[in-house]
């Protein structure tokens, strides 16, 4: 056994000794909330294709029509095979929607921040990081020059501390969060943020993958008070809500402008293919013309809360924290037995004693489906004594 084979066997060997050892399982997604696994039917409460679109007839016409005229990929970068008209068409659509100067596509949610934050932030600078935002956010920071300063997660109090004792210290100051927290489900206090980024000339930049489309009739979580709050970084994915594929950034011009330059992982990949653009662009004008869709994800939430007595979602997302990874792996099982898929979700993408069933609600999901996952949920949320996290 050479050294490298012996290195993976015994790091395979300590994941599984703790319970954390992922495994590729093959799904397929025929429409609507079902899987097929095993040859079994369950219904997905892990997805999050919030609102179905990724099965959208007309979502997927207008990315067939978008092969069919431009092909299956984008052939180079988008500084050197050239801009894709549905590139700038879309870019123009998503600034417009999210109250923004000016928009730019990447290749993913995650290339977009391993691209925004570098580019932004160096030597001399601060980047300040909630505590639970996702790992995405906190690897761009990596990437970056600037120190990096974690605050507790939601805790405006303590960024405000923070600020007031460090800003003066450093030449720009960086402040990320997620707006819609993947793992807990509960939002961040965008317009407090804003607020105190505002005083102490501190730039914003939320990360809305998971509430775009779903949050204030589609807008997203900058939008939950009403007017729209001061985040001058408005990121997020096309992956989710929209069914489609690729990350994006809502910002001023010249922001944009200096990204198309310095944002190394717009620079350095190829474009997506513009059939991923096509289908966010269909996505887009369903959302916009369509408010009751974009409220049934958060409505069905609510129903699965208030029936099993967790606090009310505040989002599609909504996490049942058991705490030992085998705890939650041992319910995920229980729930495929029962015909459910809700994947169970360990350390380190959740804190450690932190493992959680996390149930995300589709506006495809039918009500009986979600009282019988309740029913099913209070069963084992009686037999294992779970610690529900607080959603806000």
């Not at 992982?265 to 869709?293: F, M, Q, R």
């Amino acid at each position: 056994m050479n050294t490298l084979d012996a290195f993976a066997r015994r790091k395979l060997a300590e994941l599984e000794a703790a319970a954390l050892r992922r495994s590729l399982v093959d799904t397929e997604r025929p429409g609507d909330s079902i899987v097929v696994r095993g040859g079994r039917r369950l219904v997905s409460f892990s997805c999050n294709d919030y609102l179905g679109l990724s099965q959208h007839p007309t979502v997927k016409a207008s990315a067939s029509a978008a092969i069919a005229a431009f092909g299956t990929g984008a052939g180079a970068s988008r500084l050197v095979t050239g801009n894709h008209p549905l590139f700038a068409e879309l870019e123009s659509r998503l600034a417009k929607w999210k109250g923004a100067e000016a928009a730019l596509v990447f290749g993913s949610g995650y290339l977009a921040n391993l691209g925004i934050v570098p580019a932004l932030a160096g030597d001399g600078d601060v980047i300040l990081v909630d505590e639970l935002a996702h790992a995405c956010l906190f690897a761009g920071a990596q990437l970056s020059a600037a120190e990096r300063r974690v605050f507790r997660h939601n805790d405006v109090a303590h960024v405000r501390t923070i600020l007031g004792a460090q800003r003066g210290h450093f030449r720009n100051a960086l402040l990320m969060t997620d707006g819609v927290f993947s793992m807990d489900g509960d939002l961040a206090p965008v317009a407090e943020l804003a607020e105190v980024c505002a005083n102490y000339d501190t730039w914003l930049m939320t990360d809305d993958a998971h509430g775009l489309g779903v949050l204030a009739k589609g807008r997203g979580s900058s939008f939950v008070l009403g007017d729209k709050a001061t985040v001058p970084l408005q990121m997020g994915t096309l992956s989710k809500a929209l069914g489609s594929y690729g990350g994006y950034l809502c910002a001023p011009r010249s922001v944009v402008d200096l990204l198309v330059s310095r944002a190394r992982t717009l620079v350095y990949s190829t474009g997506l293919p513009p059939a991923n653009a096509a289908a966010a662009l269909a996505a887009l004008d369903i959302i916009e013309s369509n408010p009751a869709l974009t409220a049934k994800p958060l409505a069905k939430a609510c129903a699965f809360t208030r029936q099993i007595g967790l606090p009310e979602a505040q989002s599609p997302i909504v996490p049942l924290v058991l705490g030992a990874s085998e705890a939650a792996l041992a319910a995920s099982r229980r729930l495929e037995d029962e015909g459910f898929l809700v994947v169970a979700i360990r350390p380190p993408t959740v804190p450690a004693s932190g493992a959680r069933l996390r149930f995300a609600f589709c506006a495809q999901h039918g009500d009986d489906d979600v009282a019988r996952l309740a029913d099913s949920v209070a069963r084992l949320h009686r037999d294992a004594r779970p610690v529900p996290r607080e959603l806000g």
